[in-house]
């Protein structure tokens, strides 16, 4: 039986369709998963829904897209690293990934993705990094998030105690994995290609990888140049890296570039020539010192019309995971680090976190705007606090004002998953103090502690 849901009275719909309209007063029609109508509210009075929500005061926006999060395993410790290890804290990262059982990977996926929801975040892309996917296909169902997911693989010895597989093991699990998980849970979830890194993976599990994704018509997402290298601009290696994916026949449009960070202008010309997609991660990039700012060339990519969205990274180098402040980040770190305000205007950013993300990563047919056929993915922000006013420019007040507090209600695909600020299908405190008592447990368990530089007493 199908069910039709009417959002009514919204002070302002930030829609990111082709026109880019803003509906003062405006009304959604849903059915079932899908957007009907996205009108003035007077237009849609007298139109009768199975289900009614009251939107007054609210200003909705397109579901928020996270392009690059590894979902499965911070949580369990998060805020243990000190702030001075930069890359080094990777090895013990991954030793304490390596001993979670799938119940605990469960419990720590399910505690993500309540708090991405939570501030608006619907889509997310986990590259690779949950080994149980099994168990946590139970926690995008129970959530009702929308995710790609994957294996991450390398085929040559790294410094990350990441698993090293043959290469014909890589590719196997390559294409196992893309076979049993694309498409489960009615289309939401999506499975791709994840080598590692270029640095990790050989020529041939690179070329296979990608010969895999053609023949599944899937994607592929591979950590790139995920540091600027010190000094001035990008490296050698960081320019042979992206001439070496594109010589090989990696690079296209079914390819996104996460991090991107020590590319140089010519590698910009040859990401776009080949139609390849990138995501950026702000929140992590500055905490890691990476000189985004000055160096990493977003406003280059959009000028030759490369899609481009936004990540955060894992909830244990960025620590922050929110969409919205990456969003703020985007809007204002090259205003500063290129002294010119014209740089990502506040518009630019939203469609960072919404159509330009999904269009990242291939999604745009269903999600980044709020437009009649696409899926209904949305978050309805409470403009009755403080920090929404006042209110003339929702954009401005959305980008540089608000952030994830404000978010009320969440739909994804039709389903309301949160609901005056709550998660709707867990129990969030329960969760949060499981999740506590198992990360004690994986610190006991692997050894790994890194005391408070002050005195804990
Ligand atoms: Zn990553």
Known sequence: MSQTTKIENAAFIITVDPERRILKDGSLLIKDDRITQVAKSDDLQDTP????????????????????????????????FPDDLGPA?????????????????????????????????????????????????EAYRESGCRII???????????????????????????????????????????????????????????????IVDEHSTGLTIHHSQTVPAGEGASELDVSSTQKLADLGVLGPNVTLAHALGISEHDVEIIAEFGARVIMCP??????????????????????GVPVGLGTDAGNNSNLVESMRAMYLAAVLYKDGRRDVSKIPAETAVELATLRCAQALGLDGDVGSLEEGK??????????????????????????????????????????????????????????????????????????SFPSRWPVV
């Not at 289900?51 to 590894?70: K, Q, S």
């Not at 799938?102 to 990094?129: C, F, M, Q, R, W």
């Not at 010895?157 to 998980?181: C, F, H, M, Q």
């Not at 129990?427 to 050894?447: F, N, T």
């Open 149 to 211: 997911v994957g294996q991450q693989v390398t085929d040559r010895p790294n410094p990350w105690n990441l698993p090293v597989y043959s290469t014909e093991e890589a590719l196997k699990l390559t294409g196992d994995t893309i076979e049993r998980w694309d498409g489960e849970l009615s289309g939401r979830v999506g499975a791709w290609a994840m080598p590692f890194a270029p640095e990790y993976c050989s020529d041939e599990l690179l070329v296979g990888a990608k010969r």
């Open 49 to 80: 829904a199975d289900r009614i929500i009251d939107a007054t005061d609210m200003v909705i926006t397109p579901g928020f897209l996270n392009g690059h999060m590894h979902i499965s395993y911070a949580h369990a410790t998060r805020g243990i």
């Open 375 to 448: 899926k209904a993915d949305l978050v309805m922000f409470d403009t009755r606090r403080a920090e929404w006013r006042t209110l003339f420019n929702p954009i401005n007040n959305l980008v540089y004002n608000a952030d994830g507090r404000s978010v009320h209600t969440v739909m994804v695909d039709g389903r309301v998953v949160v609901e005056d600020h709550k998660p709707t299908f867990v129990d969030e405190w329960e969760l949060i103090q499981k999740v506590q008592s198992l990360g004690e447990d994986l610190l006991e368990r692997s050894g790994v």
């Open 283 to 304: 929140t992590a990039a500055i905490k890691g010192g990476s000189g985004m700012t000055s160096t990493a060339l977003l406003p280059e990519l959009l000028e030759a």
């Open 89 to 137: 804290y990777y090895p013990y990262l991954f030793s304490i990934q390596s001993i979670m059982t799938p119940e605990e990977e469960y419990n720590t996926s399910l505690l993500a993705l309540t708090e991405l929801l939570k501030y608006g975040t619907t889509t997310i892309v986990d590259p690779g990094s949950t080994k149980h996917l099994g168990a946590c296909l």
